[in-house]
C-alpha cells in the first residue's frame, strides 16, 4: 500500500480563529482538514506586538518568526511553506499513492486488494457492484428509521417486477446475435448491421401444442418439459447448463 509521495491538491482557509489547509482526494474531492495555525497564548500575542517594533531590522526565521511577526493569524488566509508541510503531515496518513496512475487519493477511492485507485483497479465492475449494494442498504436504513420502510418494500418490489416484465419481453423478441439489438419476433435481419437474427424460443405444450410456460401447461395441466436448448435464446451460441457460459441467459 504505497504512501503519498507528495501533497495532493489543497486550499488554504480561516473560520475565525487561524489559517488551515485542506487537502482534496483527486478522485472524489472528498476534503480532510488540519488544525489551524493559531498563536496559542494571549501572551504570545501581546510579545508579538510589544517586540514587532524591536526587531524591525533584525532577520528572524523559524516559529519564533510565525509567532511575533507577520499578520493577525486570526485574519490570515495564507501559510507558509514551512506551516504547509506541517499541516501536510496531520493528514499524510490518510491518503495513498496510486502507482498507475500517479493520483493521490482517500482510503474510499484506493482499492487495497488490487494497490491502485479504484477506477485503475482490476475489480472496477466488482466495486461499483459493492458500492450499488452499500447505498442501497443506507437508503433502506434511512427509510426505516423514518418510517417508511413499508414504502420502500413497495417501490423495491415495483421495480423487480418492472425489470421481470422487460426482460420477458426481450425473450420473446428476435435478437441480433452479434450487435444485440431486438426486434419483433418474425425478423429475419438486423436492421443495424444486417446479421441474421435468432429468433425467440417459443416454449408450446407437449400434450396440447398451445404455448406454455411455467412447469404445468395453463390449458391442459400436462407437465412441462424443460429440454436444455443446444444453443442459447439469447446470444444463439452454443450452450449448456443452466446458464449460458457467453451471455448469462438462463437456459430452459
Not at 516559529?63 to 499578520?71: I, K, M, Q, R, S
Not at 482517500?106 to 449494494?133: G, K, N
Request: charged fraction near 20%.
Amino acid at each position: 500500500m504505497p504512501a503519498a509521495n507528495r501533497m495532493p491538491n489543497y486550499d488554504v482557509r480561516n473560520d475565525g480563529i487561524g489559517p488551515f489547509a485542506v487537502f482534496a482526494c483527486e478522485i472524489c474531492g472528498r476534503e480532510h482538514r488540519t488544525q489551524p495555525e493559531t498563536v496559542s497564548t494571549p501572551g504570545k500575542e501581546i510579545g508579538r506586538q510589544a517586540v514587532g517594533g524591536l526587531l524591525r531590522r533584525v532577520p528572524i526565521a523559524g516559529a519564533f518568526a510565525d509567532n511575533v511577526t507577520g499578520e493577525d493569524p486570526r485574519y490570515s488566509y495564507s501559510l507558509t511553506p514551512t506551516q504547509v508541510e506541517r499541516a501536510w503531515q496531520q493528514v499524510a496518513s490518510r491518503f495513498r499513492l496510486c502507482d498507475t496512475c500517479g493520483r493521490i487519493v482517500c482510503p474510499s477511492c484506493y482499492d487495497a486488494q488490487s494497490d491502485t485507485c479504484i477506477e485503475d483497479s482490476p475489480r472496477r465492475d466488482e466495486l461499483t457492484v459493492e458500492s450499488a449494494e452499500q447505498a442501497g442498504h443506507m437508503i433502506k436504513g434511512f427509510a426505516s428509521a423514518l418510517g417508511l420502510g413499508a414504502v420502500f418494500q413497495q417501490a423495491t418490489a415495483a421495480a423487480q417486477q418492472t425489470a421481470s416484465a422487460a426482460q420477458q419481453q426481450a425473450t420473446a423478441m428476435a435478437r441480433c446475435p452479434k450487435d444485440g439489438s431486438l426486434a419483433p419476433a418474425g425478423s429475419k435481419f438486423c436492421a443495424q448491421c444486417g446479421s441474421p437474427m435468432v429468433q425467440p424460443v417459443v416454449k408450446t405444450c407437449p400434450q396440447c401444442g398451445q404455448p406454455a410456460e411455467g412447469k404445468f401447461c395453463a390449458n391442459c395441466g400436462a407437465k412441462l418439459e424443460q429440454p436444455q436448448p443446444a444453443t442459447c435464446p439469447q446470444c444463439g451460441q452454443p450452450a449448456e447448463g443452466k446458464f449460458c457460459a457467453n451471455c448469462g441467459a438462463r437456459l430452459g
